[in-house]
């Protein structure tokens, strides 16, 4: 699961820049919910996750593991309690290829992943738990994030880095492929959205082609050339990507 990874290298590079404060938002609460248990819970959630893993690896066999992933999958699909975040961080690990997908009613459907043993790296837990500390989390829409900053008086003097939900890369392919959770996202909206904030500056990262070429056409296009994307723990591969900003960079990455 590479999640965040931009924020994890920003902080891990903090000297090199000058930010005074960052500030995440993802609507997927899931996500935001997992930064903000291990920003001030690591403990419970290591004490819970423990356990689980403990009790998967003790299992049998398949059949046993593939029974009890679908219990703890149900168990996360009807519960709020912040155990919750401890059954999202074990179906991440156990589930079909480490991605996370919903059905239209909003519920986590991905299958069993088939995996005979688990191992969840808890000193990079703790590690990104102490990184994080400094860090502000929000859960919301990209707008009303956007209203947020502005209602704080830092919208302006932000700077915005943005990784909405991937277009195809062939046109072909369906949309629903790309679905992180059951609402879809509007990229032409989003170009609005972004082209209406003019005092702050921004980049926005998105995959190479025709698609992302037409809607993102009004921004300054710069290329980041042999990229690793990691489609899941097994599968990575060199990919372009572009960055479209609202300001002139120096070079292509
Ligand atoms: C390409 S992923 C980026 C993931 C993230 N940068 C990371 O490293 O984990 C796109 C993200 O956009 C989020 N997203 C989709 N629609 C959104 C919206 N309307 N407002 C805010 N975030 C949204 C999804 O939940 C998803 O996590």
Redesign the pocket.
């Known amino acids: 699961m590479?999640?965040?990874?931009?924020?994890i290298n920003l902080l891990n590079n903090i000297e090199n820049f000058k930010f005074k404060k960052f500030i995440v938002?993802?609507?997927?609460s899931n996500?935001i919910n997992l930064y903000n248990l291990l920003k001030s819970e690591y403990n419970y959630l290591k004490n819970n996750l423990v356990k689980i893993e403990k009790k998967y690896n003790s299992l049998q066999d398949l059949k046993e593991k593939e029974k009890y992933y679908y219990e703890i999958r149900d168990k996360f699909n009807n519960t709020d309690n912040k155990i919750r975040t401890a059954y999202f961080l074990f179906l991440m690990k156990t589930g079909f290829n480490g991605v996370y997908r919903e059905n239209k009613n909003g519920k986590f459907n991905v299958p069993f992943g088939k995996k005979e043993y688990i191992k969840i790296d808890y000193n990079n837990l703790e590690y990104i738990s102490k990184l994080i500390q400094n860090v502000e989390f929000y859960s919301?829409?990209?707008?009303e994030?956007f209203a947020l900053l502005k209602s704080k008086n830092i919208l302006k003097k932000s700077f915005i880095y943005c990784?909405?939900?991937?277009l195809p890369e062939d046109e072909i392919v369906n949309q629903k492929q790309l679905l992180?959770?059951k609402?879809i996202?509007d990229h032409e909206e989003?170009v609005e959205c972004m082209l209406e904030l003019k005092y702050s500056k921004y980049m926005i990262s998105m995959t190479d082609s025709k698609l992302a070429n037409r809607i993102y056409g009004k921004f300054e296009k710069y290329t980041a050339r042999e990229l690793m994307r990691t489609i899941n723990p097994k599968k990575s591969f060199k990919s372009t990507e572009l960055i479209f900003s609202n300001y002139k960079i120096d070079r292509n990455i």
């Open positions: 590479v999640l965040g990874i931009v924020l938002n993802d609507i997927n996500i919301m829409e990209y707008k994030f990784d909405p939900p991937y992180y959770t609402e996202f989003f």
